[in-house]
């Protein structure tokens, strides 16, 4: 397994996986502007070909991760938890004192593995996931503090 950092020439392969990973997914151009924008930066794991990603943006000292994915066919890996333990790293070097993520509140496994890399609860955005006609589902927003413990 390797983690490379991932701007806008890698979008094709990202785009590929989040295809695999979401319902609905972000295409290659929208991949593309988002990992130019100020702030923002991308990682690809690659095992055996691309097999994961993670945007990650950065402002006013917190990050967010704005999507993580994994293909189907490499999940149960450690890629996942690779991508996140990378992306925190990079966002504590920047100076980030907290990262951020949404997770589907109905997604228990998710949020275990995020809890069990110390994140918590810290909110929920009702109706945040337009599942089509499935209707919309709920957001649990969760926190990692970055800032060491001071005594």
């Known amino acids: 397994m390797r983690i490379d950092p991932a701007g806008p020439e890698a979008a094709e392969a990202m785009a590929a996986i989040h295809a695999q990973a ?14 130019a924008s100020p702030g923002v930066l991308g990682f690809l794991c690659h095992q055996e070909g691309p097999a ?7 402002a006013a000292g917190e990050a ?7 293909a189907p066919g490499a999940r149960r890996r450690g890629l996942g ?3 996140m333990i990378t992306a925190v790293g990079a966002a504590r070097g920047l100076g980030a004192e907290a990262v951020f993520l949404e997770v589907d509140d109905g997604n228990a496994a998710a949020s275990g ?16 996931y337009n599942r089509g006609a499935a209707g919309r ?6 926190r ?5 413990l001071t005594r």
Do not use: C, H, K, N
Not at 52 to 58: E, N, S
């Open 22 to 35: 979401f319902d609905r997914a972000w295409g290659p151009s929208e991949i593309a502007q988002m990992l």
């Open 81 to 83: 938890r690779e991508l």
């Open 64 to 70: 967010e991760i704005l999507t993580i994915g994994v």
């Open 52 to 58: 994961g990603l993670l945007i990650l943006r950065l």
């Open 113 to 128: 593995r995020y809890g069990a890399l110390g994140f918590g609860a810290v909110g929920l955005r009702r109706g945040y």
């Open 144 to 148: 990692l503090d970055l800032t060491p």
């Open 137 to 142: 589902s709920d957001a649990r927003v969760m």
